[in-house]
């Protein structure tokens, strides 16, 4: 697994590299910042990421926020993420304009926090998030880690929850 988890922390690295990017390009019209959390709430993930911030856990002790809502994220604690430099994919693209397909219309569509872009429309490929690029690679490193491990027993669509991670 080690190998898949070395190709997983490189394609972590490429998107966060964009994300910073974007994020310093986008500067004056996002609101994220610490202690906003509007976004953090409980997600399912692939088992590739899931399998690598479980191994990642074993070393570490984050704290858990006991008393959160079946929507919200158990590693959300006084406003901030207790597994912040493990944490999935989807959560370090949170907040920047984000251009996937949509699967029923087949049109291409922008998704963006409410609090951000109030006043900003012009979207291209060089300031979003491609984020169908970056989930189809993150997808067939997960085909490769079930079929490198099959006692896994996980589809290659099964999505894991991350308060399963405890």
């Known amino acids: 697994m080690e190998k898949l ?23 004056d019209h996002m ?5 906003c959390d509007l976004c953090c709430m ?3 993930i692939l088992p590739i990421e899931f399998y690598y911030i479980q191994h990642k856990l074993k070393t570490e002790t984050p704290e858990i926020n006991t008393e959160a809502s079946d ?39 922008l998704s963006a926090c409410e609090l951000n872009f109030t006043d900003f429309d012009e979207f291209d490929d060089e300031n979003t998030f491609p984020q169908d690029k970056f989930n189809s690679r993150l997808f067939v490193l997960n085909e490769a880690l079930l079929k490198e491990n099959p006692n896994l027993q996980h589809s290659k669509f099964d999505l894991l929850p991350t308060r399963n991670l405890v």
């Not at 609101?31 to 202690?35: L, P, T």
């Not at 959300?76 to 693209?93: D, F, G």
Request: hydrophobic content about 30%; some cysteine.
């Open 5 to 27: 988890f070395d190709s997983y922390l490189a394609l972590r690295n490429e998107i966060d590299q964009l994300a910073d990017r974007l994020a310093n390009q986008h500067h």
């Open 31 to 35: 609101q994220c910042k610490k202690g």
């Open 42 to 44: 409980e997600f399912n």
């Open 71 to 109: 929507e919200s994220c158990i590693f959300l604690k006084n406003h901030c993420c207790t597994i912040y430099e493990h944490r999935p994919v989807i959560c370090r693209t949170h907040g920047l304009p984000l251009l996937y397909m949509n699967s029923d219309t087949e049109e291409w569509e």
